[in-house]
């Protein structure tokens, strides 16, 4: 909470002078430090999925990994994000306590945010960052070492957070308590929401210093300045906040007690001793009947937890393997231009949604049609629309594998003519002729046997005919530069799949006899030579400039140029020419057609993880608590925390295998796996026994109470005429 919204709160009924606030730091009956534990989460949650939204990107955009190494290493750095909590509480809860854990823990995770922002500089280690292993080298081990801080960071406070913001109430203050974990819920969603619609903006934009790149320093940038902001705001209301001192971590305690009740067992494996009922009766010999009796609450919830890291496997992919899918889809929705990694926000958009739905109507209506939706029920229905969710995802990805191009395979090649001269010339393939006037190419690439392309002749009218003996190599597409029947030139165009990530392939092709260079939106084709064509440069959707830098054979007429609108995954060439009256003009021709299946197909797919996630997710939280001892709540929100790292170590197996050649059969391969699980989970479910754990409890509390009553009175046990029978 800002100063100024504080002292505005001077002025309204609750907080009448500024020595009351003082005094009792509260407002409107709220603890006024929880004001700045909220403004704390929105900044650290907009950091991190702010940085995570661009994080698949920034590996094979800018890294130039693959697709299978780029989701290894986010589903890697997810699953440490879910393994720390665990470090995090041990720290929070035998150490330092909350508050120095999550002031030493985010200073350690603006570090790491300030780290990966500066790995992605362009020109942190030459000019033009072109890929050289040293260069990558340099990239790479600061990224890995940025995300490992950030893992740290972000995973050993998570624990810690909203458990500090419940420590502020006293208590009577259950119903103000409730409502803070809803403003913290909101919180987390309002950060998630604005950052994965900023950062992809930020991203798109064009920054460095040497060369021009998506400015990803900018993009990683501002998720760091939010996290120091996170960490400033945190301490200013440091003198506000009530500490309490760690207290012994009841995680080792169950840890401790389950290792004595195995090693027990085994130990008496051989020997005549009566059966127990239960494998934790074991640890009676040292652990007291109530730690055992709260383990056991615990362990069975903890079974229900072994099918569901498989939800989670399907459910993270929505930051890596569905945003690599938009990439090879068209974002323009009407007015909108959507980058891929924007795409994101859809599910944030509809969590705040589905979640007053689902609560106030949905559920409320399903009770008044006398239907038990238990909590398990719901859970198992989550994971089914996950299901379907990789279903709809995979029929989405087979629409779009329907408009790839068809590209050469290994005993194939691909060849287009282009004509840049003035005549109209005839080419002769075996098999097959073709026209080509002039200034003008074949409308799309002939695929020939390599072993049987003897010969390609080239003529016009009048003219003789010249073969063309150069060699095509196998696996690739040519361009066929002809210019007249004694003029042409092979070029092989680099392209054997469609230009990832949503970018547009752009290449000059010079007609001049002298050597031109061209500026676009920043990047340089150096030295064009004659009658060739350049390199693809790759670029974002957009309509983009470039200016001819060569101004011996530019007379006074305009030399900048605008393209076309780029759509996503084009490629294109750009022939540039002298027109009649002297000017230069350049004449486009389209070499891959851009994406046409539009992301607004993914949104069935967000719908239904989402309405997955709202019945999975929350209400597992929800039926962890309720089945938990008080004292046991962490450890369940640590084992709650470690099937979501499971999940995505599970991904992480799946593409590291690598073995699955196309998309949509991950896709249902993945829908398939949950859809077992589901129906195990199910089967689980069914043989579940709710419990009341206060009711355990309040029996514990009385039998402790009838005890301390039997020691101190030792008659009373007999009743009321035990003296008299003595």
């Not at 208590?171 to 909101?186: D, M």
């Not at 399903?366 to 279903?391: D, E, P, Q, W, Y």
């Not at 165009?493 to 920043?522: A, C, Q, W, Y």
């Not at 709650?640 to 998309?663: D, E, H, P, R, Y």
């Amino acid at each position: 909470m800002s100063f100024s919204k504080a002292a505005a709160c001077l002025n309204v009924k609750g907080c009448t002078s500024l020595e009351e606030m003082s005094k009792s730091h509260s407002c409107f009956g709220y603890p006024l430090s929880i004001f700045f534990i909220v403004v704390n989460e929105f900044c650290e949650r907009f950091s991190y999925y702010g940085m995570r939204a661009i994080l698949i990107l920034y590996f094979t955009n800018f890294m130039g990994w693959n697709d299978n190494l780029s989701t290894a290493i986010y589903h890697t750095f997810v699953a440490l994000c879910y393994l720390t909590p665990i470090l995090g509480a041990l720290i929070a809860d035998s150490w330092l306590g909350k508050f120095k854990t999550i002031v030493s823990l985010s200073i350690v995770y603006t570090i790491g945010q300030a780290v990966i922002s500066i790995s992605s500089i362009n020109d942190l280690t030459d000019h033009n960052h072109d890929g050289t292993p040293d260069s990558l080298t340099t990239h790479a081990a600061l990224s890995m070492i940025g995300l490992a801080l950030i893992a740290l960071g972000t995973g050993g406070i998570k624990p810690c957070v909203s458990a500090f913001g419940g420590d502020q109430f006293e208590e009577g203050q259950e119903k103000q308590r409730n409502r803070f974990f809803s403003i913290f819920y909101l919180a987390i969603n309002a950060g998630s929401l604005l950052s994965t619609i900023i950062t992809p903006m930020l991203r798109v934009q064009q920054c460095g210093i040497h060369s021009q790149q998506s400015c990803y320093p900018l993009a990683f940038g501002v998720p760091a300045a939010l996290m120091a902001v996170s960490l400033i705001v945190f301490v200013m209301g440091s003198s506000m906040y009530k500490k309490y001192q760690p207290q012994g971590n009841v995680m080792a305690k169950v840890v401790k007690c389950i290792g004595f009740a195995i090693k027990n067992r085994f130990r008496h494996r051989s020997k005549r001793f009566p059966k127990r009922e239960h494998w934790l009766d074991w640890a009676k010999e040292k652990y007291d009947e109530r730690l055992i009796s709260q383990i056991k609450m615990v362990t069975r919830v903890m079974f229900l937890y072994i099918p569901l890291p498989m939800f989670w496997a399907l459910f993270d992919q929505q930051g890596s393997r569905w945003t690599l899918q938009a990439t090879t889809m068209n974002g323009k929705i009407g007015a909108i231009e959507i980058q891929p990694d924007q795409m994101q926000t859809v599910n944030a958009i509809l969590i705040v949604i589905m979640v007053p739905i689902f609560d106030g109507v949905l559920y409320p209506l399903i009770a008044k049609c006398g239907l038990n939706f238990s909590s398990l029920k719901r859970m198992t229905v989550g994971m089914f629309l996950a299901a379907m969710a990789f279903v709809a995802a995979a029929l989405v990805q087979l629409e779009i594998d329907k408009t790839l191009p068809v590209f050469p395979l290994g005993h194939e090649v691909q060849i287009k003519v282009l004509n840049i001269g003035n005549d109209n010339m005839t080419v002769s393939f075996p098999g097959k002729m073709v026209a080509s006037g002039a200034m003008s190419q074949t409308n799309e690439f002939m695929t020939f046997d390599v072993d049987k392309l003897t010969s390609i002749n080239i003529s016009s009218a009048g003219s003789p005919v010249t073969a063309v003996t150069q060699d095509f190599m196998p696996g690739q597409r040519h361009t066929l530069l002809v210019w007249a029947p004694n003029h042409y030139h092979v070029v092989n165009d680099g392209l054997n799949m469609k230009p990832e990530k949503g970018e547009n392939g752009i290449r000059f092709v010079n007609t001049f006899n002298e050597l031109i260079s061209v500026t676009m939106s920043g990047k340089v084709y150096e030295n064009i030579t004659s009658n060739d064509a350049s390199q693809y440069q790759f670029f974002t959707s957009g309509t983009k400039t470039f200016t001819l830098n060569s101004p011996e054979i530019l007379p006074p007429c305009p030399h900048d140029f605008k393209s076309s609108y780029l759509g996503f995954g084009s490629a294109y060439t750009y022939v540039i020419k002298r027109k009649d009256d002297g000017c230069v003009e350049v004449k486009e021709f389209e070499d891959i057609s851009p994406n046409t299946v539009n992301m607004a197909l993914q949104i069935p797919q967000y719908f239904l993880i989402t309405c997955g996630e709202v019945v999975f997710s929350v209400t597992g939280l929800e039926f962890s608590y309720s089945q938990a001892p008080s004292n046991m709540k962490s450890v369940l929100q640590a084992g709650w925390l470690l099937t979501v790292a499971v999940g995505n170590i599970i991904v992480l197996i799946v593409a590291g295998a690598g073995q699955i050649s196309q998309q949509w059969a991950e896709y249902i391969l993945f829908a398939a796996l949950l859809l077992v699980v589901c129906v195990i989970f199910a089967i689980m479910a069914r043989f579940y026994t709710y419990v009341n754990p206060a009711e355990v409890e309040a029996q514990f509390d009385e039998d402790e109470k009838k005890k301390n009553r039997e020691k101190s009175d030792p008659y009373a046990a007999s009743g009321p005429n035990s003296q008299t029978q003595m």
